[in-house]
């Protein structure tokens, strides 16, 4: 959009693919809303009411600007349950994980300096690089390894520029969860070649057939890796923008004095309710995971027996990333299709980077029957038929 008073390096840019899909969506009725990483839960009434009850007390100013010291502790606490050892100050408070992402980007990155990002990715990650200067560089991982990173082939996109590598594990969008040798394998790399681990982990509550270790906790690793977390997801919190961020302690001072020109602090009252959030992990975080397993194993199962679709066993977070190669279409246009015809939405791949073409996102966040009657939808279309 050109405009005399916007700056020119806007002026050519595009709409996401995201937002041409829900733009799309507005139009369509009786809709079945697959797209959306949002859970379906709402913010459980205790952490709610708390936070009400803080907010009438008073908790409606500025905190510390690297947050409530109660919550980092809690925070500290919880890594330390992994073997980790934090200090609240080694902790900074964010407006969302993805503010942490950023902040953590402009504090290490100078101009030029590369990210590599293994590919299909969460789809902001590139636009967060080059908003702090620097270059991403893509590492595509294959269906047929799982969605794993390939440690010979990360090692050959290393570079004298490379600064970090994201790794986000449980991913979205694949689902994939990288096995531990996966991770050993990055970590020694980092160490060899001096570069840091930006380990993205806000799913780390959802994980089907192992159990979830920060990468932090990894032999050797914790002075290279910048933990991110978030309680959007762990604790349906989407609508609260709290994350945090966990790494050296350089890192966190630097990133506190970027912040103090941009939010300067998170919500006081969403920081409270995180902690109140925290009091409940035991309670609240397994009836959720077991939830979203049923459901994606539900859906794993249909997608399984309709024709021109494959998926992997589902591994963790609640999305599924469908193989529809076989249909000879782009994701794009198979995603459209299923608009049209059934009144499903789901993600095309590519709005996941280019190794996303000939795939679907799907987000298991709505209930099983709803989740039933959707691929009852699809399984109809002459689309997905077997073929003569």
């Known amino acids: 959009m050109k405009h005399p008073h916007l700056a020119k390096r806007y002026w050519n840019q595009e709409p996401t693919a995201l937002a041409k899909v829900f733009e799309r969506a507005a139009q369509a009725e009786n809709l079945i809303n697959l797209s959306l990483g949002d859970p379906d839960f709402h913010t459980d009434s205790r952490v709610s009411q ?26 500290a606490r919880e890594y330390r349950g992994w073997g980790v050892r934090y200090e609240p ?65 990360l090692e050959k996109v290393i570079t004298h520029r490379t600064r970090a590598i994201i790794v986000n594990s449980p991913n979205n969008p694949t689902g994939a969860c990288y096995s531990r040798q996966t991770l050993e394998k990055i970590g020694a790399l980092a160490l060899k070649h001096n570069f840091l681990i930006i380990a993205d982990e806000v799913y780390g509550s959802f994980m089907y057939e192992q ?31 709290i994350g945090f961020v966990a790494g050296f302690p350089e890192l966190i001072q630097c990133m506190r004095d970027i912040n103090e020109g941009v939010t300067f602090s998170a919500p006081a009252v969403s920081q409270r309710a995180a902690l109140h959030a925290l009091s409940l992990k035991d309670e609240l975080q397994p009836v959720q995971r077991e939830t979203y397993r049923q ?94």
């Open 295 to 388: 459901r994606m194993q539900a859906a794993y199962e249909h997608i399984t027996a309709i024709p021109h679709m494959s998926v992997l066993p589902p591994q963790g977070s609640f999305y599924l990333f469908v193989n529809v190669k076989e249909t000879g279409l782009t994701s794009e246009e198979v995603m459209q299709r299923i608009l049209e015809e059934t009144g499903v939405l789901v993600l095309p791949g590519s709005a996941f980077g280019e190794t996303g073409e000939g795939y679907l996102r799907i987000a298991c966040t709505v209930e099983l029957p709803v989740l039933e009657e959707a691929f009852k939808r699809i399984a109809a279309m002459p689309l997905f038929q077997k073929s003569e």
């Open 50 to 75: 708390a936070a009400l009850e803080d907010t009438l007390a008073g908790w409606t100013h500025y905190t510390d600007s690297l947050g409530i010291m109660e919550l980092r502790q809690a925070i």
């Open 211 to 241: 159990e979830f270790v920060p990468m932090a906790a990894l032999p050797g690793l914790k002075k290279h890796v910048i933990s991110l977390g978030s309680f959007s997801k762990d604790y349906t919190m989407t609508g609260w923008r």
């Open 89 to 153: 100050d080694d902790i900074m408070i964010t407006v969302g994980a993805c503010h942490g992402t950023w902040l953590a980007l402009e504090a290490i990155l100078d101009d030029g300096d590369e990210v590599i990002v293994p590919t299909p990715h969460f789809t902001p990650y590139p636009a967060q690089i080059r908003l702090a200067r620097g270059i991403p560089v893509y590492l595509p991982v294959k269906e047929s390894d799982g969605f794993q990173v390939d440690p010979v082939a």
